[in-house]
Nanobody, 113 residues
Framework: QVQLVESGGGLVQTGGSLRLSCAAS????????MAWYRQAPGKQRELVAT???????NYADSVKGRFTISRDNTKNTVYLQMNSLKPEDTAVYYC???????WGQGTQVTVSS
């Protein structure tokens, strides 16, 4: 099973930016689909973005044009660059790997209005 550790969350004002990182253990990172999910209070966890081993990207409609997912296979790390943040982006953000259906512990992102 892969261990995933997220970092980079915090408090930011509307219109600001944050970059989340997710460091993965194991040598199979480069062959894994990686994703970011988020869960706001009282809501279900939702998919934010995915990136395949080949680099194909997919985004939720709510973040298209504002968020960018990327990966560095030399560092076993996946990133989520979040720009033009809105209060509705406030949530706990989770990293996910297709290897072992593994989840990170989550990192809080709070966008103030």
């Amino acid at each position: 099973q892969v261990q995933l550790v997220e970092s980079g969350g915090g408090l930011v004002q509307t219109g600001g930016s944050l970059r989340l990182s997710c460091a993965a253990s194991g040598s199979i990172f480069s062959r894994s689909v990686m994703a970011w999910y988020r869960q706001a209070p009282g809501k279900q966890r939702e998919l934010v973005a995915t990136i395949t081993p080949g680099g194909s990207l997919n985004y939720a409609d709510s973040v298209k044009g504002r968020f960018t997912i990327s990966r560095d296979n030399t560092k076993n790390t996946v990133y989520l660059q979040m720009n033009s943040l809105k209060p509705e982006d406030t949530a706990v953000y989770y990293c996910w790997s297709s290897w072992g259906n593994s989840w990170g512990q989550g990192t809080q992102v709070t966008v103030s209005s």
